[in-house]
């Protein structure tokens, strides 16, 4: 997990592997976020953060699939490349 500045958790946060906060993300108390999620600058995550994908806003919403990471983690092969853009 990569933690930027000034995140928190409230009690009871589920944070799976390799997920990565941005700078001063709130995750309300009983969110989980899924493996290999992201979220972006100032988030209020309030509700679940499925695998893979990108949350941002206030309240958080799901914006994208996170395709670099993804890619840097080898679960997109070549011939993939040219479907998620």
């Known amino acids: 997990m990569i933690f930027s ?3 928190t958790l409230a009690g009871h946060v589920t944070v799976e592997d390799h997920v ?3 700078g001063l ?3 309300h108390q009983f969110c989980r976020l899924g ?3 992201m ?3 100032c988030p ?3 509700q679940d953060v499925p695998p893979f994908m990108l949350a941002d806003g206030n309240p958080a919403r799901i914006r994208d ?3 670099v990471g993804m890619e840097r983690h080898g679960f997109v092969t070549q011939s993939a ?3 998620i853009k």
């Open 44 to 46: 209020k995550i309030v």
């Open 39 to 41: 979220t972006g600058g």
């Open 5 to 7: 500045n000034n995140g």
């Open 25 to 27: 993300t709130a995750a």
């Open 81 to 83: 490349r040219g479907i």
């Open 65 to 67: 699939i996170d395709k």
């Open 20 to 22: 990565i906060l941005g």
């Open 35 to 37: 493996r290999h999620a």
